[in-house]
């Protein structure tokens, strides 16, 4: 495998690809043994779709990414699972088939752009169903997440490889490339994954458990800005009193950090609070009446049941 791409394509990633493929590969997970330990990803044999099939190694998924390509840019929007079997290293032809033609009625605008799966380094038998797809087309992306937990990476476990025709040892030969690649979000997305990290925990955890975990990250975020706030206006005083040199770039920075903090002092701020403020006591009164009037129409309805037993044995009139 080559270290990089020399395509000059740009690649743009839109997360929606990577919750399908991360939700496809735990519920593959799930039907098989729950011991499975989360490493060696990349060596699992078992077939794609969880059959049930104990294995002493994670499963690997396979799929296809969709997406656009305009020019030199390919945008890859959506995916969608395909069934494999890595005992033959053959697709079910029929199975693609029929998910394409359904994705064509909803995206008319999207094409398969190349396809997925799980593990932490692509490997050799990988070539097999790249090749199989290049009847689909003919330069297809190869999109791999690897399910590892590795806490000192910062970066997105997922990787775009490009396939290229490289000469070894006299032979031509199609290797895998990695790619660059950026990840595009429009706002329907950003507030899918909002909601996906917003969840409740599986633990069940309360919505109390939430809010709590939700305002201790914000105190921590606000403690954190006033502590640098404090060692800032610090170092500002001792420059003023001549006990460090003043620097002027530094100043320059310390303005421009200053300018964009909220004027909360202007008359434009006061009203915007007060109106906000205003018109969230106003929903509150609101909902407090309603559930009164709610509250009172139940009491009226009780009323007028029990008056009408009455009436029938007494003759009175109903209440209401």
């Known amino acids: 495998m080559a270290s990089s791409s020399s395509s000059g394509l740009t690649f743009k990633l839109h997360p929606l690809v990577i919750v399908n493929i991360s939700d496809h590969y735990t519920r593959v997970k799930s039907q098989m043994n729950p011991t499975l330990a989360p490493s060696h990803a990349n060596n699992a044999a078992a077939p794609n779709g969880g059959d049930g099939v104990v294995s002493s190694l994670p499963p690997r998924v396979y799929g296809c990414v969709i997406g656009v390509q305009k020019g030199r840019t390919v945008e890859i929007f959506n995916s969608f699972e395909l069934l494999y079997d890595s005992s033959t290293h053959s ?17 008319p605008h999207f094409y398969i752009l190349g396809w997925y799966s799980t593990g932490s380094d692509a490997e050799e038998s990988d070539m097999h169903i790249h090749k199989a797809l290049m009847d689909i087309n003919e330069s297809p992306v190869y999109v791999l997440l690897n399910p590892s937990i590795n806490h000192s990476q910062k970066d997105l476990p997922v990787s775009i490889y490009e396939s290229e025709l490289h000469v070894i040892d006299g032979i031509p030969q199609l290797i895998f490339v990695l790619s660059s690649y950026t ?15 917003h969840l409740k ?9 939430q809010l709590a975990a939700h305002l201790t990250g914000i105190h921590s975020a606000i403690k954190m800005l006033h502590s640098r706030i404090k060692v800032l206006h610090h170092y500002l005083v001792a420059m003023q009193k001549g006990d460090v040199p003043c620097e002027n770039s530094l100043l320059r920075q310390v303005s421009s950090l200053l300018r964009r903090l909220p004027a909360i002092e202007s008359g434009k701020f006061q009203d915007d609070f007060l109106m ?40 009175r009139t109903a209440f209401m």
Do not use: W
């Open 183 to 197: 990840i595009e979000t429009v706002e329907a997305e950003r507030i899918s994954v909002d909601h996906v990290a």
């Open 276 to 315: 906000e403020y205003n018109d969230t006591l106003l929903i509150s009164y609101l909902a407090m009446l309603t559930n009164c009037s709610s509250g009172m129409n139940e009491l009226v309805d009780k009323f007028n049941t029990a008056y009408d037993r009455h009436t029938r044995r007494g003759g």
């Open 91 to 107: 697709l079910d032809r029929t199975f693609l088939e029929k998910k394409q033609e359904l994705y064509k009625k909803v995206f």
């Open 201 to 209: 925990p599986s633990d069940g955890g309360s919505a109390a458990t």
